[in-house]
């Protein structure tokens, strides 16, 4: 078990580039979620996969905002023309689902600079 | 919808003193509730977990904390801390049941002086 990765690690772009994320979960961990951290706040919720379905996506989650899992394994979160209040960390998390007891295990994050 | 209170944004203890950090929720039924560290630039590790049965739950680094649904409270504690304890805390709740997404506070910022 090597946890749940995410590349890359720190990201500066200027504004209107577009940026990918990639997050890949523990394997055989069904469930995948987005979320993104501003400086002082705790994770706000973006969206979350059950294999390869989108399940859920918050409001946070602006039609600039894409993600992906296409087989059920790794998911890519995209962002088109980026702004600067895009700029925060962004975390996935994986988790077996079903097991009566749902518990996140958390990436390290990607930091994503706009300039 | 529920929510999670963390009233105080930063604690500072002396290295060896015991520590409390609050936690309160909002939610109509049971929750399962969750404190998380996470240091600086990384991200989150789970301390521990409650999702019912003992009250008082044991977790790494020599954490506890302690559900009391009548103050639906959750405060994490720990008898003495140590300098590498310094980070950030988050409390987060789940609503049993749904779609499980959690809900975090904002967590409170650790200092530990020597």
């Known amino acids: 078990d090597t946890g749940v990765s995410q590349d890359p690690r720190h990201k500066i772009t200027k504004r209107g580039q577009n940026v990918t994320f990639r997050c890949d979960p523990i394997s055989e961990h069904n469930r995948l979620y987005w979320y993104r951290q501003t400086l002082g706040q705790g994770p706000e919720f973006l969206t979350y996969?059950?294999?390869?379905?989108?399940?859920?996506k918050s409001r946070l989650l602006s039609d600039r905002f894409s993600a992906e899992r296409p087989k059920g394994s790794f998911s890519t979160l995209e962002i088109q023309r980026t702004e600067q209040g895009d700029s925060a960390m962004y975390l996935c998390?994986?988790?077996?689902?079903?097991?009566?007891?749902?518990?996140?295990?958390f990436g390290p994050g990607t930091r994503l600079l706009v300039l | 919808a529920q929510s999670v209170t963390q009233p105080d944004i930063h604690i500072t203890v002396s290295e060896g003193a015991s520590l409390e950090l609050r936690c309160n929720y909002s939610?109509?039924?049971?929750?399962?509730l969750f404190w998380y560290v996470q240091s600086p630039g990384q991200g989150l590790q789970l301390l521990l977990k409650y999702f019912s049965g003992d009250t008082l739950v044991q977790g790494i680094k020599g954490f506890e904390a302690e559900f009391k649904r009548s103050q639906s409270s959750f405060n994490l504690r720990k008898p003495s801390v140590h300098w590498s304890d310094a980070a950030e805390y988050f409390c987060?709740?789940?609503?049993?049941?749904?779609?499980?997404?959690?809900?975090f506070g904002r967590g409170t910022s650790l200092i530990v002086h020597p």
């Open positions: 987060a709740v789940v609503a049993s049941g749904g779609s499980y997404i959690p809900t």
């Open positions: 996969f059950q294999n390869e379905a989108q399940l859920e």
């Open positions: 939610y109509g039924a049971t929750p399962y």
């Open positions: 998390a994986s988790s077996p689902f079903p097991t009566g007891e749902e518990t996140q295990y």
